[in-house]
Nanobody, 122 residues
């Protein structure tokens, strides 16, 4: 497994932008698919976006398509989530995740970060 640490969360107004980062430890990060999930108070965890180890493939949740962009820099062991046109309903704790395959993100063998709070004010 890899250890993940998120950063970049904060308070932003509706329509604003934030860029989340996910720093990974371990040289095996480049072989892992990574993704972002979020959880708002009183709601279930929601898939946001995922990217393959080679950055050759990405997938997005319907609620963020066209607004969020996932990327990664394997040389820096870091993943990113660029969030534009933010809405109040994007308010949540955002978690970085890594797994051996993009289809396994979220399963019992997934590695998780501690989460970073994103709050979008109306």
């Amino acid at each position: 497994q890899v250890q993940l640490v998120e950063s970049g969360g904060g308070l932003v107004q509706t329509g604003g932008s934030l860029r989340l980062s996910c720093a990974a430890s371990g040289r095996t990060f480049r072989s892992y698919a990574m993704g972002w999930f979020r959880q708002a108070p009183g709601k279930e965890r929601e898939f946001v976006a995922a990217i393959t180890w080679s950055s050759g493939g990405t997938v997005y949740g319907n609620s963020v398509k066209g607004r969020f962009t996932i990327s990664r820099d394997n040389a820096k062991n870091t993943g990113y989530l660029q969030m534009n046109s933010l809405k109040p309903e994007d308010t949540a704790v955002y978690y970085c995740a890594a797994a051996s395959d993009i289809l396994r993100l979220g399963d019992s063998l997934t590695s998780w970060g501690q989460g970073t709070q994103v709050t979008v004010s109306s």
